[in-house]
T-cell receptor, first 111, second 112 residues
Framework: NAGVTQTPKFRVLKTGQSMTLLCAQD?????MYWYRQDPGMGLRLIHY???????AKGEVPDGYNVSRLKKQNFLLGLESAAPSQTSVYFC??????????FGPGTRLLVL | QQQVKQSPQSLIVQKGGISIINCAYENTAFDYFPWYQQFPGKGPALLIA?????SEKKEGRFTISFNKSAKQFSLHIMDSQPGDSATYFCAASQRNAGKSTFGDGTTLTVKP
C-alpha cells in the first residue's frame, strides 16, 4: 500500500495563476482532509469530505475549492493564487476510527 | 475559537531527560485524544492515542496522561533521545464527527 500520496511535491506559482493539488489514498478510507501548515500556526483545516461526492468547509476555506468525485481522490483547487496561500499543504484520510493518515505534503510558493 | 490549547510552543531537553507537552480542551464531547509526531519535511504520523475511559496509556518511552475533570492531557517522553527531536501535535475529536481539532504544535529539541 502506498498510503496517502500527494502530487505535486513542490510548486511555484505567480499571483493570479490557478492550480490543482491531487491527493490519493489506497486504504479505502471514507474521510479525507486538506490542511495547510504555516510556521507557528499548526495544522488548519481547509476542507474535508466524509465520503465520495461530499465536501464540507473547514476553518480556512476561502480561496480554495475541493472535489471528491472518486472515493480514493480528493482534489484541492486554487482558482487565483495569492501570496497568502504560500504554505505547506497536507492531505489526510481515515476510516470511521479517528486516526488520520497524512500524506508527505506539497510545498507551494506564490510569488 | 481554539478548542485545543497546546503548550509549550518549543521545548529543549537534554538527552536522557523527560519531555512533557500539555494540552487542554474545552469540548466535553471529545472522546479521542491522539498525539502526532512530525519530522521536518514529512507529514504528521500517529504516535499514541487515548480515550477518556482511562487515565494513562503507555507505549514504550511514550506515555499519555489524561485528566478528564481538568480537561487536560499530556505527553511524556521518558529517556528523551536526539531522534525524538520533532514537532508534536495533540488533537481531539468526537466519534463520527468527521473532523479533529489540533493544537498548534510543540517543537522538541533533544540535545545530545
Amino acid at each position: 500500500n502506498a498510503g496517502v500520496t500527494q502530487t505535486p511535491k513542490f510548486r511555484v506559482l505567480k499571483t493570479g495563476q490557478s492550480m490543482t493539488l491531487l491527493c490519493a489514498q489506497d486504504m479505502n478510507h471514507e474521510y479525507m482532509y486538506w490542511y495547510r501548515q504555516d510556521p507557528g500556526m499548526g495544522l488548519r483545516l481547509i476542507h474535508y469530505s466524509v465520503g465520495e461526492g461530499t465536501t464540507a468547509k473547514g476553518e480556512v476555506p476561502d480561496g480554495y475549492n475541493v472535489s471528491r468525485l472518486k472515493k480514493q481522490n480528493f482534489l484541492l483547487g486554487l482558482e487565483s493564487a495569492a501570496p497568502s496561500q504560500t504554505s505547506v499543504y497536507f492531505c489526510a484520510s481515515r476510516t470511521s476510527q479517528e486516526t488520520q493518515y497524512f500524506g508527505p505534503g506539497t510545498r507551494l510558493l506564490v510569488l | 475559537q481554539q478548542q485545543v490549547k497546546q503548550s509549550p510552543q518549543s521545548l529543549i531537553v537534554q538527552k536522557g531527560g523527560i519531555s512533557i507537552i500539555n494540552c487542554a480542551y474545552e469540548n466535553t464531547a471529545f472522546d479521542y485524544f491522539p498525539w502526532y509526531q512530525q519530522f521536518p519535511g514529512k507529514g504528521p504520523a500517529l504516535l499514541i492515542a487515548i480515550r477518556p475511559d482511562v487515565s494513562e496509556k503507555k507505549e514504550g518511552r511514550f506515555t499519555i496522561s489524561f485528566n478528564k475533570s481538568a480537561k487536560q492531557f499530556s505527553l511524556h517522553i521518558m529517556d528523551s533521545q536526539p531522534g525524538d527531536s520533532a514537532t508534536y501535535f495533540c488533537a481531539a475529536s468526537q466519534r463520527n464527527a468527521g473532523k479533529s481539532t489540533f493544537g498548534d504544535g510543540t517543537t522538541l529539541t533533544v540535545k545530545p
